[in-house]
């Protein structure tokens, strides 16, 4: 995701911070957050689909009553915990991500090292190429310096929130000894999850060869939402860049409007916008996660035509879903 280039760290670092909310909340809003999967959503392994409320039969019936409106270009998918999928559009071929990859990078971060909910998490030092990589002006990037001390905490947001490749560069680094070792992860992680059409060439969704399918983010997402602090992070609204003297907001701004809790943008000019969107609702008394990936909007225009486009078919889609679907479920 281009920008322009990150502002020159101040004179002064202080003790990395972020804006969050205060350790309690941060506690409660993880559990509330995990309700859906206590519940009975999440049954089965990480990598399956949803489970359905009712019959096959029932679940298709229900998805092809809601008349989404699903996106006219590119590729779609709309899934709800514990009732199933609500359909998939648009031919699922590889198509690049952009930064939607670093759901992935984040991912096989918090699995090999785990936090708890609220916790900074480990202390990672930033390397000279980090601190260098702050400055770019062809990327988004989020600034660090040398031999400065960060919590795992602080990177993940600084990699999510503002989307910094620089900290998704230095995350893998910090994770596996190289970038290629942690791409390596990547694969065999998406794998597991059964994202048979996903392929990963770096951490940061600069690439191009990076590639994934609509139905291969959903599964991801998925997965990654059942880790309290990957939806901590991914809920977080903004993050100040200790010492630099800039707060960055999220970049999905879907957030906090229709029961969005996340996910991640990405957006790029061969990529098009790019949006896997976490939303939750109570229907009939349960609470449900209703998850959604776009991909490919716009492509071949500018980022900021394809990131509008990408948010425009989110929203769009979210508001069907949870305008419609209590009414579907209790016709069925």
Do not use: C
Not at 13 to 41: E, I, K
Not at 199 to 207: D, H
């Amino acid at each position: 995701m281009p920008h322009s280039p990150a502002p020159a760290p101040a004179s002064r670092f202080g003790f990395p911070r972020s804006l969050l909310v205060p350790l309690a909340a941060a506690l409660a809003l993880a559990t509330g957050m995990g309700t859906w999967y206590a519940l009975g959503g999440a049954g089965g392994p990480a990598g399956a689909p949803a489970p359905a409320a009712g019959s096959g039969d029932t679940v298709a019936a229900v998805a092809k009553s809601l008349h989404l409106p699903w996106p006219a270009e590119g590729q779609a998918s709309v899934a709800v915990e514990g009732i199933g999928s609500l359909g998939t559009r648009g031919e699922q071929r590889p198509v690049p991500i952009a930064s939607v990859t670093k759901v992935m990078t984040a991912y096989v971060i918090l699995k090999e090292h785990p936090m708890r909910a609220g916790a900074p998490g480990a202390a990672v030092t930033a390397d000279e190429q980090a601190a260098n990589e702050s400055y770019s002006s062809v990327e988004t990037t989020a600034p660090v310096l040398a031999g400065r001390t960060y919590t795992q905490r602080l990177l993940l947001e600084l990699m999510m929130v503002p989307s910094g490749n620089n900290v998704a560069r230095l995350l893998a680094r910090w994770g596996a000894g190289s970038e290629k070792a942690f791409v390596a992860k990547m694969n065999e992680t998406a794998a597991a999850l059964g994202m048979e059409r996903t392929t990963y060439t770096g951490v940061s969704g600069m690439e191009t060869s990076t590639r994934s399918t609509a139905a291969d983010q959903l599964r991801l997402a998925r997965a990654a939402m059942k880790d309290p602090v990957f939806r901590e992070i991914v809920a977080t609204r903004t993050v100040e860049a200790p010492g630099a003297g800039v707060t960055f907001r999220n970049t999905n701004k879907l957030l906090g409007r229709d029961g969005v809790i996340g996910l991640k943008t990405g957006s790029s000019t061969p990529a098009g916008g790019n949006l896997v969107w976490a939303s939750t609702q109570d229907i009939a008394g349960t609470p449900r996660l209703i998850l959604g990936v776009v991909l490919h909007q716009r492509a071949g225009t500018s980022p900021a035509e394809g990131s509008a486009a990408a948010h425009e078919a989110g929203r769009a889609l979210v508001t069907a879903v949870r305008a419609t679907l209590p009414d579907a479920l209790a016709r069925t």
